[in-house]
């Protein structure tokens, strides 16, 4: 089945039409691709913001040194797998 193209309408003034006309046309791009262009640009850059985390050189060396130290489980998580252990037949 072929994918249908959806439509995205917006109302902007006459200014800002003329801007983003001329822009497509530095580009040497019609309107419609070159807002599509700009809008799936923008839209990745939100989407990135939200989803990536940025972590100072500090932090990136505490981060690292955290991942290369063996696993301690603490006395929390011992008895809980303990309990789990117990719960599922294994001891």
Known sequence: MANAAARLDLRIDARDKDRI????????????????SAVLREADTAIAADTTAALSPAESRH???ALDAPFQPNDRLKKAMD?????SGRR
Do not use: D, E, K
């Open 21 to 36: 006309a001329r822009a497509a046309a530095l580009r040497g791009m019609a309107v419609s691709a070159f807002v599509r």
């Open 63 to 65: 981060f690292l040194a």
């Open 83 to 87: 309990s789990a252990g117990r719960l």
